[in-house]
């Protein structure tokens, strides 16, 4: 039987809650699918700071390198914000595995669930259009890894951004928006910055190998506004690191909750990191009410993107939309629900096993 191996990093806050849902379901998976997952679990984060006092130990790191994939929960908290910054669990754990395993293309996939669109907080005749949009967001580059100085009267972060780097995150929107719906909006601030107007001028060049896919340039500011006015509009999204990180907490918010929107780190040969794009929400954690979906549908994207299980990664998706459709959803998605985090994962780890289909 195929064998597949996950790096499991739970890490803080939510992250455990939700990755003990994702396991039950990727569990019912390999029963109907006929394989397995050799699971090995690890510290990261504030958890792996507590216990071995580095947030990303070499025994972590390791484990990482030796595995097919990673799935990840999510790190950091308030009780790790007084360390030096670069001890921190975001920047050592998180930001050192992207760059590690050059996790340079990161998707983001936001939609309205059929039904569910009174979740969203856009006016009803705006969800009516509908939305179905891929976030590409460059991830190992941009202000997140330039040089960083501070002195006690300063701050400065750096924004540089290679040709190469623009390069290959492009090709990779184009790529998708070939197999989805031939659009692809780049986002820039090409009126102030200068890695902005190279960030439109490589996407150009690569936009000529591409003649069946229209392309748009927007200025962040912008696409800000025209994602709240009009999603239905934007089919792919291409973002560098920065606006890709704060457009996509907007599309999560946009869809109905940050417990919606999954996220798949991947590098040029496939490998990958797979986790929710919300973070430890310390403000829900340990009540049992976080929303897994995120962290199932990332496992989902661990199926189809690492290893090629397409019909168990869409699977998961359908019992995702089966589930909201019977309205067993946690309390970010309806106030007025009790239901648990255990409870979302058991009925669509149960889904899965009864081949329920949803109706969209
Ligand atoms: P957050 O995403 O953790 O929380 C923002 C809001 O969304 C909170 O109200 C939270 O309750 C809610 N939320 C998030 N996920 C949810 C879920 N699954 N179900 C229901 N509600 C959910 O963002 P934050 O508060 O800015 O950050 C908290 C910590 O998480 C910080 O330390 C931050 O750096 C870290 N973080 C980590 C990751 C990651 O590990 N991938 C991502 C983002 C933030
Ligand atoms: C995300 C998170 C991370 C980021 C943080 C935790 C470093 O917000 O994955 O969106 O900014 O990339
Ligand atoms: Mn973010």
């Known amino acids: 039987m195929k064998t597949y191996n996950i790096a499991v990093l739970a890490g803080d806050g939510i992250g455990p809650e939700v990755m003990a849902e994702a396991i039950k379901v990727l569990d019912a998976c390999a029963e109907r699918f006929e394989f397995a997952f050799n699971y090995r679990h690890a510290f990261v984060g504030g958890a792996a700071i507590d216990t071995v006092g580095e947030a990303l130990p070499p025994s972590t790191l390791a484990c990482c390198e030796q595995s097919d994939a990673i799935l990840f929960g999510s790190v950091g908290g308030p009780a790790w914000t007084h360390l030096p910054p670069d001890q921190q669990p975001e920047r050592a754990a998180l930001l050192k595995l992207r760059q590690h395993f050059d996790l340079f293309c990161n998707l983001r996939p936001a939609k309205f669930y059929q039904g569910f669109n009174h979740l969203s907080p856009l006016r009803s005749d ?18 997140y890894f330039g040089a960083k100085e501070r002195t006690a009267t300063a701050a400065s972060d750096t924004q540089t951004y ?42 150009n060049e690569i936009a000529q190998d591409f003649p069946d ?14 994602l709240i006015r009009d999603p239905s509009q934007f089919d792919v999204m291409l973002c560098d690191n920065l606006f890709g990180d704060i457009l996509s907490d907007e599309l999560a918010a946009i869809s109905g909750s940050m417990g919606l929107l999954p996220s798949a780190s991947i590098n040029s040969q496939g490998f990958g990191l797979y986790e929710p794009a919300g973070g430890s929400a310390p403000d829900i954690a340990g009540l049992s009410i976080a929303n897994p979906m995120a962290q199932i549908l990332s496992a989902a994207l661990m199926l189809r993107h690492s290893f090629a299980e397409e019909a168990a990664a869409s699977a998961i998706e359908n019992a995702v939309a089966a589930c909201l459709q019977t309205h067993c959803v946690t309390r970010d998605l309806d106030p007025n629900q009790t239901v648990s985090t255990a409870q979302v994962g058991d009925t669509i780890a149960q889904m899965i096993t009864e081949e329920v289909a949803a109706w969209a």
Do not use: P
């Open 213 to 226: 896919i229209s392309v748009e340039h927007m200025y962040v500011d912008n696409a800000a506004m025209q």
């Open 126 to 143: 705006i969800c009516a259009k509908g939305m179905d949009i891929l976030c590409l967001r460059e991830l190992t580059s941009g202000i």
């Open 162 to 203: 290679q040709r190469d780097e623009i390069r290959r995150i492009a090709i990779k929107a184009f790529q998708a928006a070939q197999a989805r719906r031939q659009k692809v909006t780049s986002i820039d601030k090409a009126n102030v910055m200068a890695s902005g107007i190279l960030w439109r001028e490589v996407v």
